[in-house]
Structures are given as structure tokens and as C-alpha cells.
């Protein structure tokens, strides 16, 4: 089996940050893209940031300047340090990795359990 345990979340005053963290465990041959999507009560999950092996990030608009995500691919883990927080980054942060378990497999996505960052104005 694969895990992805996730930590630091909380709250925070607006202008505030936070640094997530999510390490992946388990039965892992290799990790491909990672990444952190958020989720709010009655809205569909969006991604936030992601990152390849090669260290290639992408954002979505809203974070752009403010979040910056990175990995350590030693430790099969992956980061996201979020600056300037507004009231509006307020969700449950779940992180994503495509994981190959053996070299006869293909990737598959792996969730974790989520970790609530709150916002407040």
C-alpha cells in the first residue's frame, strides 16, 4: 500500500503563512508529479500547485507570487510554502502523487487525508 500523510496545517491571521508538508510512504518504485489541490464545503476540488520530478511547478492563478511548492524526491515528499494567506485560501488541502509501485506498473494517484487551513481576516 501507498500513503500520503500530510501536516501543517492551521490557522492563521490574513497576510500570514503556512508551510504544508506531505510525504509519501509504502510500496513507492517511483513518484511522478505532485501536488496540492483544496477543496471548500459545496465546491469541486481545484488544483493549487503542482511539481514533476524535474522540479517543474505549475499554479493556479489565485496563488501565483503568494505560494511556492517544491519536493525532495529523496524523501518522496513535497512542500508547499504559502505566503500572504487571505481569508480566501481558506479549505481543506489534500495532497496528490502519481506513484508506480514496481517497475510493471504504471501510475496511479494516491490521495492524502487532507489538512484544514484556516484564514481568518
Known amino acids: 500500500q501507498v500513503q500520503l500523510v500530510e501536516s501543517g496545517?492551521?490557522?492563521?491571521?490574513?497576510?500570514?503563512?503556512?508551510?504544508?508538508s506531505c510525504a509519501a510512504s509504502g510500496r513507492i518504485f517511483s513518484v511522478n508529479v505532485m501536488g496540492w489541490y483544496r477543496q471548500t464545503p459545496g465546491k469541486q476540488r481545484e488544483l493549487v500547485a503542482s511539481i514533476t520530478r524535474g522540479g517543474t511547478a505549475?499554479?493556479?492563478?489565485?496563488?501565483k507570487g503568494r505560494f511556492t511548492v517544491s519536493r525532495d524526491n529523496a524523501k518522496n515528499t513535497v512542500y508547499l510554502q504559502m505566503n500572504s494567506l487571505e481569508p480566501e485560501d481558506t479549505a481543506v488541502y489534500y495532497c496528490n502523487a502519481?506513484?508506480?509501485?514496481?517497475?510493471?506498473?504504471?501510475y496511479y494517484d494516491y490521495w492524502g487525508q487532507g489538512t484544514q487551513v484556516t484564514v481568518s481576516s
Do not use: F
Not at 9 to 20: E, H, K, M
Not at 58 to 63: C, E, I, K, L, R
Not at 99 to 105: A, E, L, M, N
Open 9 to 20: 496545517g492551521g490557522l492563521v491571521q490574513a497576510g500570514g503563512s503556512l508551510r504544508l
Open 58 to 63: 505549475n499554479y493556479a492563478d489565485s496563488v
Open 98 to 106: 502519481g506513484v508506480r509501485r514496481d517497475s510493471g506498473t504504471g
